[in-house]
């Protein structure tokens, strides 16, 4: 399927909301700050490095307009309000830990959330994940003009803009070939599937105006894991690994399905392949949310399985170890 065939138009793919609130470094900064307890506006303000109280507030308060914080009020008048993540605000804390342990595994040297080496870094994983660059070279390295033949939602020089941004900060190496110049995925762009999916989990838990994952979204994140993944000897075979599609998203899918057909021998990835088998041995299936909470929170057992439950498991584990290594997502189920 070309990648052009299921662009979204004009709305941002899903996860794109939330990876783009955390490029804005002081959003990401204040749920971490947050995250170890209510504070004051004057202690974090001091705890963010003293930014203008004008620049905190409208972010405080855009953090409250999407319910990840909240203001409590205590006597004394307003310099005793305390800001505190709510729930939701605890879920955001996921993602934005995810993205802070992928900025600490950055090719060059650990990048530091709230930087602008991190922004930098955030926008241009963003520009490759909305576009669907990332879904295309994680197929195979292409050259720019192979890529705008399969993306027809960006103009040539679109694509040519987000590709540089990802090869000036180590998400994308230029090889050579006497067809041209193409272009492959780093490790750590394949890391970076973490922040994302932990990204789409947040929206589909709390946004209502999103639109589920579709089957390039699935297919890109797939195809992007599992050739990093750490697995162990015992992990043998040939597995689909299917996502029932629907508008919800969770549990009320229309029978259509998205995945991929992964073959392992004896711990080695062999291939991982955008299709299907239609009666495969080894298979693990769920419902988009119950897939993202298996892999953030490596939660294999809530997953469906045929066959070999061993090498289902050990593909979800070995995925979750790869994208959440050193940032532990830390969530009460």
Known sequence: ??????????????GARVLGLLAVPLNGMIVCALGQGPM????????????AETTLRGHL???????????????????????ELTGVGIDLLVATRALEGWLSRAPHGPIELGTVQAKGAVKALLGGWDSTLLRALAARPL???????????FSYPALERRLAAMRSTGLAVAGASPGGTPYTVTDWTRQGVGPILASVLFERLHFEDVPPPNSIDIEAAFMLATPISDLPLHVDGVCNLVVELGNGGDGDGDGRQAGVEVTVDRGRLVSCVARLAPSPRNWA???????LEALVYSRPERLRVGGDRHLAYGLVRGMHEQLFRGREPARVA
């Not at 004051?40 to 930014?51: E, K, T």
């Open 285 to 291: 299936l769920a419902p988009a949310v119950t897939w």
């Open 1 to 14: 399927m070309a990648v052009a065939e299921v662009q979204r138009g004009q709305g941002l793919r899903v």
């Open 61 to 83: 308060t855009r953090l409250e307009e999407i319910g990840a914080l909240r203001r409590r009020m205590r006597s004394g008048g307003p310099q005793f309000v305390k800001n």
């Open 40 to 51: 004051r506006q004057l202690d974090l303000r001091n705890a963010l490095g003293n930014p």
């Open 143 to 153: 050259t720019l003009t192979q890529l705008d033949r399969l993306i027809g939602a």
